[in-house]
């Protein structure tokens, strides 16, 4: 599992609250990424991390903020969460090393009502 | 616009038979592809493709990269029920980036 976990796990909340969505990782990657998945979209990438306090925006980047204080924890900030932002979120970490491919966290399914 | 498509949508397919998964992609940069599977959960890692290295093997699952046609296949030979997930490819571009396509999905019957 790469050793990448987030939370919470599930949760549900209102339109309009703030919501953050926290990755941690214990192998000191440099790259991490945020998706969400969504039926018929497959992954869409959100935000990614080069580094500590060095980010990027991916395809569906508008309503979202991410922020990396230190290696290990890549937070996703929704300022005022939408209905639309119902979704199963992912984490990955990229492994440069051998195959320089992407290991996925379990997921956040986030409800907005 | 950058994009992967993959096809198709769906399959369903009985133990024993073969299938082959197709995605085709368009990005800037292209650098890599990567095959996951994904049951109910994270997405798993299954290869990595790049123009160095074009055809790779595991088992009963096999891939090719097709550097011309843009576009790659995903073979799993001898189908088990435990094949049945959905199967995304994804596409590295600019370096850093990822792009998915919407993936297909197995189901492979007894």
Same mark, same amino acid.
């Given at each position: *599992?790469?050793?990448?976990?987030?939370? @919470?796990?599930?949760?549900?909340?209102?339109?309009?609250? @703030?919501?953050?969505?926290?990755?941690?990782?214990?192998?000191?990657?440099?790259?991490?990424?945020?998706?969400?998945?969504? @039926?018929?979209? #497959? =992954?869409? =990438?959100?935000?990614?991390?080069?580094?500590?306090? *060095?980010?990027?925006?991916?395809?569906?980047? *508008?309503?979202?903020?991410?922020?990396?204080?230190?290696?290990?924890?890549?937070?996703?900030?929704?300022?005022?969460?939408?209905?639309?932002?119902?979704?199963?979120?992912?984490?990955?970490?990229?492994?440069?090393? *051998?195959?320089?491919?992407?290991?996925?966290? @379990? #997921?956040?399914?986030?409800?907005? =009502? | 616009?950058?994009?992967? +498509?993959?096809?198709?949508?769906?399959?369903?397919?009985?133990?024993?038979?073969?299938?082959?998964?197709?995605?085709?992609?368009?990005?800037?940069?292209?650098?890599?592809?990567?095959?996951?599977?994904?049951?109910?959960?994270?997405?798993?890692?299954?290869?990595?493709?790049?123009?160095?290295?074009?055809?790779?093997?595991?088992?009963?699952?096999?891939?090719?990269?097709?550097?011309?046609?843009?576009?790659?296949?995903?073979?799993?030979?001898?189908?088990?029920?435990?094949?049945?997930?959905?199967?995304?490819?994804?596409?590295?571009?600019?370096?850093?980036?990822?792009?998915?396509?919407?993936?297909?999905?197995?189901? +492979?019957?007894?």
């Amino acid at each position: *599992d790469a050793g990448i976990t987030q939370s @919470p796990r599930h949760k549900v909340t209102e339109t309009g609250t @703030p919501v953050t969505l926290r990755c941690h990782q214990t192998e000191n990657h440099r790259y991490m990424y945020w998706y969400r998945q969504d @039926p018929g979209h #497959g =992954l869409r =990438l959100i935000h990614y991390s080069y580094g500590v306090k *060095d980010t990027d925006k991916g395809e569906v980047s *508008d309503g979202y903020s991410v922020s990396r204080s230190k290696t290990e924890d890549f937070l996703l900030t929704l300022e005022s969460a939408t209905s639309s932002q119902t979704s199963v979120y992912f984490c990955a970490i990229r492994e440069l090393a *051998d195959t320089d491919t992407q290991y996925f966290g @379990p #997921g956040t399914r986030l409800t907005v =009502l | 616009e950058d994009k992967v +498509v993959q096809s198709p949508l769906s399959l369903v397919v009985h133990e024993g038979d073969t299938v082959t998964l197709n995605c085709s992609y368009e990005v800037t940069n292209f650098r890599s592809l990567l095959w996951y599977k994904q049951e109910k959960k994270a997405p798993t890692f299954l290869f990595m493709l790049t123009s160095s290295g074009i055809e790779k093997k595991s088992g009963r699952l096999s891939s090719i990269l097709d550097k011309k046609e843009l576009s790659s296949i995903l073979n799993i030979t001898a189908t088990q029920t435990g094949d049945s997930a959905i199967y995304l490819c994804a596409v590295r571009y600019n370096f850093n980036k990822f792009y998915f396509g919407s993936g297909t999905k197995l189901n +492979v019957k007894p």
